[in-house]
């Protein structure tokens, strides 16, 4: 069990158009639950798929391990299309991938280890290699004090390490985890993606994650693919997608998660307690840190305090936004302004006395994107491009007075 380089890039599993459409039945009409999915998982990457419920996931990876067959496109995993495989075959190709549960899915009757050496038994393993296999994978988990005791004696989050070893026993090449941390606290679900990015980087496993959960995608996705109403709606890098949003589903799991834009309440009291300019910078590895926000205030002769904000980490690469006051000389203050903007995104919210409106504010009724029909609409003269996303004012900026501000598309959308 030696750790691994960064992931190979071949895809491990292949969706061409793939569809799995369920027929109308009795007054029930057709589902169309994974609608002419295409992408590829890489061989040693962790890839997400997230979506709100009803998206489609878990028939999309159900196609994966064939609990499901397409009704159009085809599914390719380890080299092997799984279109009109005989059910043996299918078997086969079963074997190589081991699978988690959101509830664990343990034998209540059995011990932990007992749980762990099924599917061993299934495979016709000797008793005493599988008693070795046990215990080997009982401490990979961090429960090797436990082979004795039944699931029903055991934290949800060791619950989950059973599974885990229970799904690694036979050395599967791809694990899947469908909703694998929804059931435990956040301080369980952290502890058990460190022991799957463990999985990952250790055993060079590919891990396939599903989840309705941003900071799953966030901790120790490396591809993420965001699914609405059975399609992939966005693809890519799990930075890239999250700190450029494009779509309005995407837009609500990063506002869901990150909370680090002033709402309009909390601008509000913000105003009340700062009279200076208030502005809010983008912070992320290309865009600007606030080692540059500094030095750019200081050349100005322009204070500035940090009064909101948050960073965080999205694939273990800084992300996030930070509200400030800005106070000094009024043409040094809009010179920093412009200044800041050559780093970074800058939303100009003006000052207590003369307020800009922040087009793409997390307000009162819910954050932008919650209703998908108005994300994105042309609002207050505004077009919202993203919650994330700060663009730039075509005004020409300043505290002009008034909700004028522009907030323009990028380029590339
Ligand atoms: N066996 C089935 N027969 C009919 N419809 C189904 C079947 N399985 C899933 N569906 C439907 O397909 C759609 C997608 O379901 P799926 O379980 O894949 O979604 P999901 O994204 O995993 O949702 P959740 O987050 O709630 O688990 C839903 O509308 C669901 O009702
Ligand atoms: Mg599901």
């Known amino acids: 069990?030696?750790?691994?380089?960064?992931?190979?890039?071949?895809?491990?599993?292949?969706?061409?158009?793939?569809?799995?459409?369920?027929?109308a039945r009795g007054r029930r009409p057709e589902v169309r639950a994974v609608d002419g999915v295409t992408l590829d998982v890489r061989a040693g990457e962790i890839f997400g798929v997230i979506g709100y419920s009803g998206a489609g996931k878990s028939t999309l990876v159900r196609l994966i391990n064939a609990l499901e067959t397409t009704t159009g496109g085809s599914v390719v995993v380890d080299g092997t299309d799984l279109t009109g495989l005989s059910e043996a075959r299918l078997r086969g190709v079963r074997a190589g991938i081991g699978m988690i549960f959101q509830q664990f899915n343990l034998l209540s009757a059995r011990t932990v280890a007992g749980n762990v050496a099924y599917p061993l038994e299934v495979a016709g393993w000797p008793r005493e290699k599988r008693r070795a296999r046990v215990a080997e994978l009982l401490d990979f988990v961090g429960i090797g004090d436990k082979a004795d005791v039944h699931p029903a004696q055991l934290s949800g989050g060791q619950k989950q390490r059973v599974g885990i070893a229970r799904a690694l026993a036979t050395s599967p090449r791809i694990l899947l985890a469908d909703e694998a941390t929804s059931a435990l606290d956040p301080e369980t679900t952290q502890d058990v993606l460190a022991l799957l990015r463990r999985v990952n980087r250790e055993l060079g496993i590919t891990v396939v994650v599903i989840t309705h959960e941003m900071d799953v995608v966030r901790s120790i996705c490396d591809r993420v693919a965001v699914m609405e109403h059975g399609k992939v709606v966005e693809l890519?890098?799990?930075?890239?997608?999250?700190?450029?949003?494009?779509?309005?589903?995407?837009?609500?799991?990063?506002?869901?998660?990150?909370?680090?834009?002033?709402?309009?309440?909390v601008l509000e009291r913000l105003r009340a307690r700062h009279s200076g300019r208030i502005v809010t910078v983008g912070v992320d590895e290309v865009a600007g840190s606030s080692a540059v926000i500094t030095r750019v205030l200081r050349e100005r002769g322009v204070d500035g305090t940090v009064v909101f904000g948050g960073i965080t980490e999205v694939a273990e690469r800084p992300y996030g936004s930070l509200t400030l006051e800005l106070v000094g000389d009024a043409a040094a203050v809009d010179g920093a302004v412009a200044a800041l903007r050559g780093v970074t995104d800058v939303v100009d919210l003006g000052t207590a006395a003369r307020p800009l409106e922040d087009p793409s504010v997390v307000r009162r009724g819910g954050p932008v994107g919650a209703e998908e029909d108005t994300a994105g609409a042309p609002r207050r003269g505004a077009r919202v491009v993203g919650v994330a996303d700060y663009g730039t004012f075509a005004s020409g900026g300043g505290p002009a007075g008034g909700p004028t501000g522009m907030i323009e598309e990028d380029g590339d959308r």
């Open 236 to 265: 890519g890098d799990a930075y890239q997608v999250f700190s450029r949003p494009k779509q309005p589903v995407t837009r609500r799991f990063v506002a869901t998660a990150l909370k680090d834009r002033p709402s309009a309440e």
């Open 1 to 23: 069990m030696s750790a691994t380089a960064a992931p190979t890039t071949g895809p491990i599993i292949s969706f061409r158009d793939a569809s799995k459409v369920f027929p």
